[in-house]
Protein backbone atom coordinates (compact mmCIF):
# COMPACT_ATOMS: atom_id res chain seq x y z
CA UNK A 1 0.00 0.00 0.00
CA UNK A 2 1.22 3.09 -1.16
CA UNK A 3 1.49 6.36 1.35
CA UNK A 4 2.64 9.69 1.16
CA UNK A 5 2.37 11.46 3.76
CA UNK A 6 3.14 15.75 4.17
CA UNK A 7 4.19 17.76 7.16
CA UNK A 8 5.87 20.92 7.45
CA UNK A 9 2.86 23.27 6.75
CA UNK A 10 1.71 26.08 9.14
CA UNK A 11 0.85 29.67 9.29
CA UNK A 12 4.20 31.85 9.01
CA UNK A 13 3.99 35.95 7.97
CA UNK A 14 4.76 37.57 4.59
CA UNK A 15 8.50 37.60 3.70
CA UNK A 16 9.42 34.15 5.85
CA UNK A 17 10.34 30.48 5.47
CA UNK A 18 8.85 27.26 5.75
CA UNK A 19 9.77 23.25 4.79
CA UNK A 20 7.50 20.70 3.77
CA UNK A 21 8.39 17.02 3.89
CA UNK A 22 6.72 14.07 1.86
CA UNK A 23 7.66 10.69 4.02
CA UNK A 24 6.69 7.77 1.77
CA UNK A 25 6.70 3.86 1.89
CA UNK A 26 4.97 1.10 -0.17
CA UNK A 27 6.70 1.99 -3.78
CA UNK A 28 10.23 1.92 -5.12
CA UNK A 29 10.45 5.58 -4.30
CA UNK A 30 13.95 6.35 -6.20
CA UNK A 31 12.11 5.02 -9.87
CA UNK A 32 9.14 7.87 -9.47
CA UNK A 33 9.15 11.38 -10.67
CA UNK A 34 8.22 13.50 -7.37
CA UNK A 35 5.71 16.42 -7.46
CA UNK A 36 4.35 19.52 -5.47
CA UNK A 37 1.00 20.71 -5.71
CA UNK A 38 -1.38 23.16 -4.40
CA UNK A 39 -5.00 24.04 -3.91
CA UNK A 40 -6.62 27.49 -2.49
CA UNK A 41 -10.12 27.44 -1.61
CA UNK A 42 -12.60 27.56 -4.48
CA UNK A 43 -9.18 27.18 -7.08
CA UNK A 44 -7.81 24.35 -9.36
CA UNK A 45 -4.98 22.44 -8.05
CA UNK A 46 -1.93 24.23 -9.50
CA UNK A 47 1.88 22.75 -9.92
CA UNK A 48 4.37 23.84 -8.42
CA UNK A 49 7.16 21.54 -8.94
CA UNK A 50 8.83 18.60 -10.09
CA UNK A 51 12.03 16.44 -9.63
CA UNK A 52 12.98 13.83 -11.74
CA UNK A 53 13.95 10.10 -10.84
CA UNK A 54 16.92 10.31 -13.20
CA UNK A 55 19.59 12.73 -12.93
CA UNK A 56 17.38 14.97 -10.71
CA UNK A 57 16.16 17.57 -12.53
CA UNK A 58 13.62 20.07 -11.91
CA UNK A 59 10.65 22.41 -12.84
CA UNK A 60 9.05 24.53 -11.43
CA UNK A 61 5.77 27.32 -11.56
CA UNK A 62 6.82 30.66 -12.76
CA UNK A 63 5.11 31.74 -9.46
CA UNK A 64 7.70 30.48 -7.46
CA UNK A 65 10.43 30.29 -9.73
CA UNK A 66 13.68 31.19 -7.73
CA UNK A 67 11.48 31.53 -4.16
CA UNK A 68 10.62 27.94 -3.64
CA UNK A 69 13.28 24.73 -4.28
CA UNK A 70 12.44 21.05 -4.39
CA UNK A 71 14.76 18.20 -3.77
CA UNK A 72 14.95 14.84 -2.40
CA UNK A 73 16.55 12.25 -0.19
CA UNK A 74 16.17 8.77 -1.83
CA UNK A 75 18.13 7.16 0.90
CA UNK A 76 15.65 7.97 3.12
CA UNK A 77 12.10 7.74 1.03
CA UNK A 78 11.55 12.08 1.26
CA UNK A 79 10.95 14.98 -0.83
CA UNK A 80 11.06 18.23 0.24
CA UNK A 81 9.84 21.61 -0.79
CA UNK A 82 11.89 24.82 0.72
CA UNK A 83 9.94 27.69 0.09
CA UNK A 84 11.27 31.29 0.84
CA UNK A 85 10.01 34.72 1.03
CA UNK A 86 6.44 33.54 0.82
CA UNK A 87 3.66 35.57 -0.15
CA UNK A 88 0.07 35.75 0.90
CA UNK A 89 -0.97 33.84 -2.87
CA UNK A 90 1.03 31.17 -1.60
CA UNK A 91 -1.65 30.35 1.00
CA UNK A 92 -3.15 26.49 -0.42
CA UNK A 93 -3.31 23.45 0.99
CA UNK A 94 0.21 21.52 -0.39
CA UNK A 95 0.33 17.96 -1.70
CA UNK A 96 3.02 15.56 -2.68
CA UNK A 97 2.85 13.45 -5.71
CA UNK A 98 4.53 10.40 -7.65
CA UNK A 99 4.45 9.76 -10.92
CA UNK A 100 5.95 6.94 -13.44
CA UNK A 101 7.37 9.45 -16.04
CA UNK A 102 7.38 7.62 -19.35
CA UNK A 103 7.78 10.14 -21.85
CA UNK A 104 8.81 14.20 -22.16
CA UNK A 105 10.92 16.11 -19.41
CA UNK A 106 8.41 16.17 -16.90
CA UNK A 107 4.75 15.79 -15.87
CA UNK A 108 2.80 19.38 -14.51
CA UNK A 109 -0.64 17.91 -15.10
CA UNK A 110 -2.33 16.22 -11.83
CA UNK A 111 -4.01 12.96 -13.76
CA UNK A 112 -0.26 12.29 -14.47
CA UNK A 113 0.42 11.61 -10.99
CA UNK A 114 -0.58 8.28 -9.65
CA UNK A 115 -0.24 8.76 -5.93
CA UNK A 116 -0.97 11.27 -3.82
CA UNK A 117 -0.02 12.59 -0.21
CA UNK A 118 -3.03 14.01 2.32
CA UNK A 119 -1.82 17.37 1.59
CA UNK A 120 -0.80 20.07 4.46
CA UNK A 121 -2.14 23.91 4.86
CA UNK A 122 0.19 26.60 4.25
CA UNK A 123 -1.25 29.62 5.13
CA UNK A 124 0.91 32.85 4.59
CA UNK A 125 -0.14 36.06 6.38
CA UNK A 126 0.09 39.19 4.86
Known amino acids: QVQLVESGGGLVQAGGSLRLSCAAS????????LGWFRQAPGEEREFVATIAWIGGSTYYADSVKGRFTISRDDAKNTLYLRMDTLKAEDTAVYYC???????????????????WGQGTQVTVSS
Open 26 to 33: GLTFSRYD
Open 97 to 115: AASLRTSGNYYSRPAEYKY
